[in-house]
């Protein structure tokens, strides 16, 4: 009776790993093809210097990522956990 359980415990932790990476792949797939608003003008424009500007990653390109690696590492413990007992 414990080891089914155990067993249907660990599919659920599987099954919401695989959800979260998934959600995230779609996070980054989303941030990827939205394109920011153009801005015309003399934005961010620095004569004297030598610095140039550029965007960093979105808050959607970081989340997507973060929420993607740990979906991966929930799966990869999951299975790990599956893969490692030993048969009754």
Excluded: C
Aim: glycine letters at 16%; charged letters at 10%; zero cysteines.
């Amino acid at each position: 009776m414990g080891e089914s359980l155990n067993w249907i415990r660990t599919h659920k932790v599987l099954a919401g790993g695989l959800g979260a990476a998934v959600l995230g792949l779609v996070l980054l797939v989303a941030a990827a093809t939205t394109q920011p608003p153009l801005e015309f003008g003399w934005f961010a424009y620095a004569p004297l210097s030598d610095s140039v500007f550029l965007p960093g990653p979105t808050a959607g390109e970081i989340f997507g990522s973060g929420l993607t690696a740990l979906g991966l590492m929930v799966i990869a413990g999951a299975l790990g956990y599956l893969r490692g007992r030993r048969a009754p």
